[in-house]
């Protein structure tokens, strides 16, 4: 089955961009959504479709993907982006939506 | 506002089974496919199953085929996993998400707080 992995940990310092990537197996041919979960709270989706942005999310939030890597990245980085984010493609293959492992960033 | 309310969560046996339910609002339900998604404590997202506008399409992540059921009723809103032969590797919050098994639509926006299912003896 198809695999993401991300790094575990992020640190970043307020006001610095934070860069979380994804890797899979030519995964800029797959379309790349990306998911934020702060502790108690259900996910929120920040990213879809590689770069798009739902309604409601800062432009600070920003994604790409080519070749082996997609990656999201957070600019102006504040104290209330800490959370853990997780990308997720679909696998037509086997027909199953897959996550990343997640990571967590910590704002210093 | 669109919201997702998951309940039937629980304790129960392994082997055991449980339903559960999600009621949407919000939206117009039978425009989207909608899916299941699985947090174990401590761990990250699974994706658990998922199911197409009409219900005439579904899939199952291999850890629950065969033994879990998705299924929706569009007169009511509302989305169901049927859980059977439950281990305790199910034990897991379990939200309910708009999307990810539509064609074109393979993101989950929004999800429910989740229903907490705990297999133990």
């Known amino acids: 089955s198809y695999v993401l992995t991300q790094p575990p940990s992020v640190s970043v310092a307020p006001g610095q961009t934070a860069r979380i990537t994804c890797g899979g197996n030519?995964?800029?041919?797959?379309?790349v959504h990306w998911y934020q979960q702060k502790p108690g709270q259900a996910p929120v989706l920040v990213v879809y479709?590689?770069?798009d942005r739902p309604s409601g999310i800062p432009e600070r939030f920003s994604g790409s993907n080519s070749g082996n890597t997609a990656t999201l990245t957070i600019s102006r980085v504040e104290a209330g982006d800490e959370a853990d984010y997780y990308c997720?493609?679909?696998?037509?293959?086997?027909?199953?939506?897959?996550f990343g492992t997640g990571t967590k960033v910590t704002v210093l | 506002e669109v919201q997702l309310v998951e309940s039937g969560g629980g304790v129960v046996r392994p082997g055991g089974s449980l339903r559960l339910s999600c009621a949407a609002s919000?939206?117009?339900?039978?425009?989207?496919?909608m899916s299941w998604v699985r947090q174990a404590p401590g761990k990250g997202l699974e994706w658990v199953s998922g199911?197409?506008?009409?219900?005439?399409?579904?899939g199952y992540a291999d850890s629950v085929k065969g033994r879990f059921t998705i299924s929706r009723d569009n007169a009511k809103n509302s989305l169901y996993l049927q859980m059977n032969s439950l281990r305790a590797e199910d034990t897991a919050l379990y939200h309910c998400?708009?999307?990810?098994?539509?064609?074109?639509?393979?993101?989950?926006?929004?999800w429910g707080q989740g229903t907490l299912v705990t297999v133990s003896s």
């Open positions: 919000g939206f117009t339900f039978d425009d989207y496919g």
């Open positions: 997720q493609v679909w696998d037509s293959s086997s027909e199953m939506s897959v």
């Open positions: 199911i197409n506008w009409n219900g005439g399409s579904t």
């Open positions: 030519n995964i800029g041919s797959k379309s």
């Open positions: 998400a708009r999307g990810g098994y539509s064609s074109g639509w393979y993101w989950f926006d929004p």
């Open positions: 479709d590689d770069s």
